[in-house]
């Protein structure tokens, strides 16, 4: 049976009344030292800072194709990320800019491929939905829909074949967790007792459909009951909670368990990519999540509230930030194109 860490919210609740029933159930908070506080603030102002800076050169036509935004959902990733070990491999979605940041992969490389440009991490031809790291075991970016739930899982089955102790940790949004190949990999998972997390990104509208619109059962970390695979909700807006639960499902899988669903409850500022206008919702809604519920502040409110630093020390980190993102946007506007000659490599041709 899977373990209920929130109540199901209704869908005709809004948006502030489902921020406070997670936050009531949620009332043993999980305590961060002054080190994991600044840790992850710092981590996801980078990734605010530098999706908003990619936001502003999308407008300004420098970034081309598809850009999908993670800002409001920074809490996830960093907390995922502060649970796992080295080579605990990462894949997710075309919404990736935020999971390249958080394992360390330069922020310029990031920025250049957003540019098209030849020193961007997939020598500029993959943009914004095709990044990869093997050096950081990060998988992509991947663009088709729930396409990184069924390449995760056979990560994860590379890692028990080979006898790791690394874990998988696939990503994949609400409208994701629809798509059949989601629940093919559940039952390989399972049957094998693979290493594997599946975290779901829960912002509530996948491309543009509410989740209470477009699922039946929309609690969904309940998906993998059938498949006797344990899940649990999560406020995926504090970032405390986002590493205790990602600890506890990792430490399961990494020991022989086998899969864990950990549904994030989170929330994107922006449209699904830069070109929704995002009408499916209201300007309250938005407004109500940035001003109660944002991670970002409520770890700056915690620090300084328990004195852990002062606000001419943030400032100082928020500057810090603001110059590595310049410095990428920079880095990506003065690099070259790529070759084209380079439409012909890297492409793996197989014969029949």
Same mark, same amino acid.
């Given at each position: !049976?899977?373990? =209920?860490?929130? =109540?199901?919210?209704?869908?005709?609740?809004?948006a %502030?009344?489902r921020?406070?029933?997670?936050?009531?159930?949620?009332?043993?908070?999980?305590?961060?030292?002054?080190?994991?506080?600044?840790?992850?603030?710092?981590?996801?102002?980078?990734?605010?800072?530098?999706?908003?800076?990619?936001?502003?050169?999308?407008?300004?036509?420098?970034?081309?194709?598809?850009?999908?935004?993670?800002?409001?959902?920074?809490?996830?990733?960093?907390?995922?990320?502060?649970?796992?070990?080295?080579?605990?491999?990462?894949?997710?979605?075309?919404?990736?800019?935020?999971?390249?940041?958080?394992?360390?992969?330069?922020?310029?490389?990031?920025?250049?491929e957003?540019?098209?440009?030849?020193?961007?991490?997939? %020598?500029?031809k993959?943009g914004?939905?095709?990044?990869?790291?093997?050096?950081k +075991?990060?998988?992509?970016?991947?663009?088709?829909?729930?396409?990184?739930?069924?390449?995760?899982?056979?990560?994860? $089955?590379?890692?028990?074949?080979?006898?790791?102790?690394?874990?998988?940790?696939?990503?994949?949004?609400?409208?994701?967790?629809?798509?059949?190949?989601?629940?093919?990999? $559940?039952?390989?998972?399972?049957?094998?007792?693979?290493p594997?997390?599946?975290?779901?990104?829960?912002?509530?509208?996948?491309?543009?459909?509410?989740?209470?619109?477009?699922?039946?059962?929309?609690?969904? +970390?309940?998906?993998?009951?059938?498949?006797?695979?344990?899940?649990?909700?999560?406020?995926?807006?504090?970032?405390?909670?986002v590493?205790?639960?990602?600890?506890?499902?990792?430490?399961h899988?990494?020991?022989?368990?086998?899969? +864990?669903?950990?549904? !994030? !409850?989170?929330?994107?500022y922006?449209?699904?990519?830069?070109?929704?206008?995002?009408?499916?919702?209201?300007?309250?809604?938005v407004?109500? !999540?940035?001003?109660?519920?944002?991670?970002?502040?409520?770890? =700056?409110?915690?620090?300084?509230?328990?004195?852990?630093?002062?606000?001419?020390?943030?400032?100082?980190?928020? %500057?810090?930030?603001?110059?590595?993102?310049?410095?990428?946007?920079? $880095?990506?506007?003065?690099?070259?194109?790529?070759?084209?000659s380079?439409? +012909?490599?890297?492409?793996?041709?197989s014969?029949?």
């Open positions: !049976m899977a373990k =209920k860490a929130v =109540k199901k919210i209704p869908a005709k609740n809004s %502030k009344n921020a406070r029933k997670t936050q009531s159930a949620n009332s043993n908070e999980p305590r961060f030292s002054k080190e994991e506080e600044l840790y992850a603030y710092r981590e996801m102002l980078l990734i605010r800072r530098f999706e908003e800076k990619a936001g502003q050169m999308y407008g300004m036509g420098l970034i081309g194709g598809f850009c999908h935004l993670y800002i409001g959902q920074e809490a996830v990733v960093t907390g995922v990320h502060m649970a796992s070990k080295e080579g605990d491999q990462s894949i997710t979605s075309y919404r990736d800019h935020g999971h390249m940041l958080v394992v360390g992969i330069d922020p310029k490389a990031v920025m250049a957003l540019t098209g440009r030849r020193d961007g991490l997939s %020598k500029g993959g914004s939905m095709h990044m990869f790291s093997k050096e +075991y990060f998988y992509g970016g991947n663009g088709i829909v729930g396409a990184q739930v069924s390449l995760g899982t056979g990560l994860a $089955f590379a890692n028990k074949y080979r006898g790791t102790d690394d874990v998988a940790l696939v990503y994949f949004g609400d409208g994701a967790a629809n798509q059949g190949q989601v629940y093919e990999s $559940f039952n390989m998972a399972k049957l094998w007792d693979l594997v997390v599946y975290i779901i990104e829960n912002n509530r509208y996948a491309m543009g459909t509410s989740l209470e619109r477009g699922s039946a059962q929309t609690e969904l +970390y309940r998906r993998g009951e059938s498949f006797g695979i344990k899940g649990e909700q999560v406020d995926g807006m504090d970032v405390r909670f590493k205790d639960a990602a600890a506890r499902a990792i430490e899988a990494r020991s022989g368990k086998g899969p +864990y669903i950990l549904e !994030m !409850m989170t929330y994107r922006r449209g699904h990519s830069m070109s929704d206008p995002a009408k499916y919702r209201s300007r309250e809604e407004t109500t !999540m940035r001003a109660e519920r944002d991670p970002i502040e409520q770890v =700056k409110r915690r620090i300084l509230a328990n004195k852990l630093a002062n606000e001419d020390e943030l400032k100082q980190i928020e %500057k810090e930030v603001r110059a590595i993102v310049v410095e990428a946007a920079d $880095f990506a506007t003065k690099s070259e194109l790529p070759d084209a380079e439409l +012909y490599t890297d492409v793996v041709l014969e029949l």
